[in-house]
């Protein structure tokens, strides 16, 4: 059973040259201990409660936290949301219709007219990942920023979602807080595949982060 349970997004899942090759992997194998990388591609902090469920064993001493991506995009206001996760046939269905149906508010420029919204509203984030924080109790939570993207539009939304993470690991005495955003957005050029995804420099950036991070909580423990 895995030490280290890895909930997150495609970055935290990594892209298909890097799986089993995350930083999760990475860090986990500097520190010596098992994981489950439970990254999971387009997730949110809903699809999390599920991840979560299916992956948590009594066995993990450590949980690693990386939402905010898709979490903090903003959309049509009166789009529905489809889990990714779980996932079955009918819901692929469904998200391709929901998909066409933002297509043509967009195009009918509903955006404008009716407004946006975040995907998952600042709240409901909160409470889904202190749900968890309080759920693995005493275990060691770290919570790592999302980075920043290179559409530079998304990141102030980015900003006030890592905020919370801020406010969250100020809360409970076995939260911390990986601090990444300032370092790529200084290395935009350097760290990423694409607009979205990181590269191999950019895990190792992470990787030695939390390590660092994780020797400071162990010798002061």
């Known amino acids: 059973m895995a030490q280290v349970l890895a909930l997150g997004d495609c970055n935290m899942s990594g892209d298909v040259k890097f799986k089993n090759n995350s930083y999760p992997e990475r860090f986990s194998g500097c520190i010596g201990k098992s994981v489950k990388n439970a990254g999971y591609t387009m997730s949110t902090t809903r699809e999390m409660q599920y991840l979560f469920k299916d992956h948590y064993t009594k066995e993990c001493e450590i949980v690693l936290i990386q ?6 995009w903003k959309t049509f206001k009166y789009a529905p949301y489809v889990l990714y996760y779980p996932d079955n046939p009918l819901r692929k269905i469904f998200r391709k219709i929901v998909k066409k149906y933002k297509k043509i508010a967009k195009a009918l420029k509903l955006n404008d007219l009716l407004g946006t919204q975040n995907v998952v509203g600042i709240e409901e ?11 693995v109790s005493k275990k060691t939570v770290i919570l790592i920023d999302t980075v920043p993207n290179h559409q530079l539009f998304r990141n102030d939304e980015i900003v006030k979602y890592n905020d919370v993470l801020d406010k969250l690991s100020k809360q409970y005495n076995y939260c911390y807080k990986l601090d990444i955003y300032n370092e790529f957005l200084e290395n935009m050029d350097k760290y990423y595949l694409d607009e979205t995804h990181i590269n191999d420099e950019g895990y190792e950036v992470i990787t030695q982060k939390l390590v660092s991070l994780y020797q400071s909580i162990e010798e002061s423990s």
């Open 67 to 72: 939402y905010g991506l898709v979490d903090s």
């Open 125 to 135: 984030y909160k409470k889904n990942i202190e749900q968890i924080i309080s759920t």
